[in-house]
């Protein structure tokens, strides 16, 4: 009994030596504290992505009114009539002097996630904004008025010219704006407006591009 158990504690010892011999051969060919063998292994990859708080904040300025100007203008507005079966020619007519604001801008409803990239580690952001165009051209009812109005003898009274002479009268103060460069200065301050607002969320590295009309 006493041989039996003194063999089984041989057997035993002798076991362990074969695992501690195994491990000092391994440990010679591996490292021990490898990451992959401790399972602190770890791979990083930064994504880079429009934030959708960025994208918020620049829509919330919704149709960025960025510039205003003052116009005025003379139009001699006239309705030709014939009469006697064309042998007769009549005109009624008015002029009129009309004054009015014309707005530009951006509308930034329409901006989406890839206008907008974002690096949250530089905190860099870019953002591309739509082109600017007349938001509105309005007549100032209080300066704008008839200074004149002739009909022949023998011509209807248009009930209608004034009210056309108001409308033709909107876009020729919006084709007066665009070309006195309504647009780049809308342009300018629209790219200036965002800038501001995106330094106040706290970007350093800022760069606004306004595409062109």
Known sequence: MVERRSAGWALGGVALLAVGVGIGVASRGFDLSSPLLTGRATRSVTVIRATPNVVTAVRDLARLESAEYHMERVL???????????????????????????????????????????????????????????LSARLDSERSYV???????????????????????????????????????????????????????????????????
Request: aromatic share 2%.
């Open 76 to 134: 001699d507005v006239k309705d030709q009539q014939s009469r006697a079966f064309g042998l007769i020619e009549a005109e009624d007519a008015l002029v009129l002097v009309a004054a009015g604001d014309v707005v530009a801008g951006v509308d930034l409803s329409s901006l989406s996630e890839s206008d907008v990239r974002v690096d949250q580690q530089t905190r860099s952001v870019r953002v591309s904004l739509p082109a600017p165009k007349i």
């Open 147 to 213: 200074h004149s109005r002739k009909t022949d003898l023998l011509a209807a009274h248009n009930t209608r010219l004034e009210s056309d002479a108001r409308a033709r009268a909107e876009k020729e103060l919006s084709a007066a704006a665009l070309e006195a460069g309504i647009l780049d200065k809308a342009s300018k301050n629209a790219r200036r407006t965002v800038e501001d607002l995106l330094r106040a969320l706290g970007f350093t590295r800022i760069e606004v591009e306004v595409r062109s009309a």
